[in-house]
């Protein structure tokens, strides 16, 4: 069987997030981020799938998490997120090996010890710019994760292009 592609997986994941117009929103911003800084750092054509297919679905449990928790704390989301994905990606047509690392990356996606990986390294710091401009964090925290965490280029550049007045 073919692989969907990244609009087919879009759709599925619009589709699966049932009007839930918040959700919807954040993760094609995060996607788009990723996106964007994957082709910034000239990812080879596998990677660039995978984090993208990993940028679409990191949040997949959160509904879930919000009705079993009350909240969508990071770390039951991680908990929970990775049978969700595998479940949610079994029909397809992505390799197994790719999906076991999407489902990694949806496991880890608030852990930022340990990142071994372009793909990974790239997740956090999408899902880092849209969460910053979702939730208006403030500049210490801002600062605090470009110095400590930021790697890309790409990721640098945007951030200082979204927070002039706190980045240099
Ligand atoms: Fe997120």
């Known amino acids: 069987m073919e692989s969907m592609t990244i609009s087919q997986i879009m759709e599925k994941m619009i589709a699966f997030s049932d009007g839930n117009i918040y959700d919807i929103d954040h993760f094609i911003r995060v996607w788009t981020y990723a996106r964007t800084i994957g082709e910034l750092e000239n990812l080879d054509r596998e990677t660039q799938f995978l984090l993208e297919v990993a940028a679409i679905t990191h949040d997949i449990a959160c509904p879930l998490c919000r009705v079993k928790y009350g909240n969508t704390n990071g770390?039951?989301?991680?908990?929970?997120?990775?049978?969700?994905?595998?479940?949610?990606?079994?029909?397809?047509?992505?390799?197994e090996e790719v999906i076991d690392r999407v489902a990694f990356l949806v496991g880890h996606h608030h852990t930022f010890s340990g990142i071994d990986g372009i793909d990974y390294q790239i997740l956090i710091e999408a899902d880092y710019i849209a969460n910053a401009t979702e939730n208006g964090y403030g500049q210490e925290n801002i600062v605090n994760f470009m110095q400590k965490i930021m790697e890309t280029e790409g990721g640098k550049q945007i951030l200082k292009a979204i927070y002039p007045q706190y980045l240099m």
Do not use: C, R
């Open 75 to 95: 770390k039951y989301q991680e908990e929970e997120g990775v049978s969700m994905v595998k479940e949610f990606l079994s029909d397809t047509g992505i390799a």
